[in-house]
């Protein structure tokens, strides 16, 4: 079983519409969990970050985190075509500062 | 510049040549990490450098790879005896004091390594 695990993707909605993306984690004391979006070709960025049970929001971003079911999930609305990207779950192992990427699902929001 | 700096951006190699990436990250920052990328896969975590302490090795996938940090700023990653299995993107992160423990990594560009 991977440590981080997303679904590949692709994942296509219309421009304006609500993108969900999901991740779950294997290692039970995780305790920091993060959201990043890479543009292709480019390096990833930091969008979002949770570290407590239920939702966060910034502006049309909103990481929900389940640590009991082990999924944190990053809902986009108002979805606009420069929001198309593979965007990576990242999660802080316990105690080790080493943070661990899953494999990215990639967004496609069309006009 | 402000940014994580890496060179070179681009290397092409010989299998069984060895090659030195370098990363300078973001001044002040205090942790620095490698992670790779290969064509469509997620980050694979390498080497965490952390102030003093001793790196994190663990993602390390062969003792081809070593990497060093030099005076808790610039870092050097050097693979011996490269492999076509080693062809990827080698992405540096840096990480602020107050972001250690919350996440928050700047990253480079990257270095493009391909082994012919």
């Known amino acids: 079983q991977k440590e981080v695990e997303q679904n590949s993707g692709p994942l296509s909605v219309p421009e304006g519409a609500i993108a969900s993306l999901n991740c779950t984690y294997s290692?039970?004391?995780?305790?920091?969990f993060f959201w990043y979006r890479q543009y292709s070709g480019k390096s990833p960025e930091l969008i979002m970050s949770?570290?407590?049970?239920g939702d966060k929001e910034d502006g049309r971003f909103t990481a929900q985190l389940n640590k009991a079911s082990q999924y944190v999930s990053l809902l986009i609305r108002d979805s606009q075509p420069s929001d198309s990207a593979t965007y990576l779950c990242?999660?802080?192992?316990?105690?080790?500062?080493?943070?661990?990427f899953g494999t990215g699902t990639r967004l496609l929001v069309s006009p | 510049g402000a940014g994580v700096s890496q060179s070179p951006s681009n290397k092409v190699t010989e299998k069984g040549k060895d090659v030195e990436l370098r990363c300078d990250p973001i001044?002040?920052?205090?942790?620095l990490y490698w992670y790779r990328q290969s064509l469509g896969q997620g980050l694979e975590f390498l080497i965490y450098?952390?102030?003093?302490?001793?790196?994190?090795k663990s993602g390390l996938p062969s003792d081809r790879f070593s990497a060093e940090r030099t005076g808790g700023s610039v870092s050097t990653l050097t693979i011996q005896r490269t492999q076509q299995e080693d062809s990827a993107v080698y992405l540096c992160?840096?990480?602020?004091?107050?972001?250690?423990?919350?996440?928050?990594?700047?990253f480079g560009e990257g270095s493009r390594l391909t082994v012919l």
């Open positions: 992160a840096s990480s602020p004091p107050r972001g250690v423990g919350t996440g928050e990594l700047f």
């Open positions: 450098f952390q102030g003093n302490s001793a790196p994190d």
């Open positions: 290692d039970r004391v995780s305790q920091s």
């Open positions: 949770i570290y407590s049970n």
């Open positions: 001044s002040g920052h205090t942790a």
């Open positions: 990242a999660v802080r192992q316990g105690g080790f500062q080493k943070l661990v």
